[in-house]
């Protein structure tokens, strides 16, 4: 059973623009949420998490919004830049469970 | 700061081979995973360690053993491997406090034939 939904396989933006990445998921025993981004042949990098207790985390370009009562979060990206364009994969966590999303290949147009 | 590493980066094995992919982290982490990415599927845990000593099933472990060899070293072998084990592999690391944060490796590519 896939806990962790990204609907939008991929999504291209105009550099300048607003890129908005979402992302589902269905247990509410999930206590920490994080996104990724990953470039071609290379590893998961880190990128912005935000904890259950909160609805909002912003580091620079890049704010989380979780709706728990929704079960969802979302990743904004303002402004989006070309060095953006990569493979976003949301991730939903509690202690030694970490589920991942399918991921969204966002392309920052230039 | 060499992170998590992992080896080897690409392998190719007949189908009923075996391999052990090798992960090593120098960040003093107490939880190593390892994960397969597949198209479409995201990345799905495989086995984890909490701590040294210890390794627990995850999503899809049917295949694969793995060996906490101490606290920096966890590493996956395929006993049999098949066509369906044909992915790209991530270690991956957390420590306590760390938010839950893991760190990935930069990924180890297995095609079975």
């Known amino acids: 059973d896939q806990q962790v939904k990204q609907n939008s396989p991929s999504l291209s933006v105009q550099e300048g623009r607003i890129s908005i990445l979402n992302c589902d998921y269905t247990n509410s025993m999930f206590d920490y949420f994080l996104w990724y981004k990953k470039y071609p042949a290379e590893g998961p990098t880190f990128l912005i998490s935000i904890s259950s207790i909160k609805d909002k985390n912003e580091d620079g370009r890049f704010t989380v919004f979780l709706n728990k009562s929704a079960k969802h979060l979302s990743l904004h990206i303002v402004p989006s830049q070309p060095g953006d364009s990569a493979v976003y994969f949301c991730?939903?966590?509690?202690?030694?469970?970490?589920?991942f999303g399918a991921g969204t290949r966002l392309t920052v147009k230039p | 700061n060499a992170g998590v590493t992992q080896t080897p980066k690409f392998q190719v094995l007949k189908t009923g081979q075996s391999m052990t992919l090798q992960c090593a982290q120098d960040?003093?982490?107490?939880?190593m995973y390892w994960y397969r990415q597949d198209p479409g599927m995201g990345l799905r845990l495989i086995y984890y360690s909490a701590s040294e000593g210890t390794t627990d099933k995850g999503e899809v472990p049917n295949g694969y053993n793995v060996s906490r060899l101490n606290k920096r070293e966890f590493s996956l072998r395929l006993e049999s491997a098949a066509p369906s084990q044909t992915s790209v592999y991530f270690c991956?690391?957390?420590?306590?406090?760390?938010?839950?944060?893991?760190?990935f490796g930069e990924g180890s590519w297995l095609t079975v034939v």
């Open positions: 991730a939903a966590s509690r202690p030694n469970d970490m589920r």
């Open positions: 991956a690391s957390s420590g306590r406090g760390s938010g839950n944060t893991i760190y």
């Open positions: 960040m003093n982490h107490n939880s």
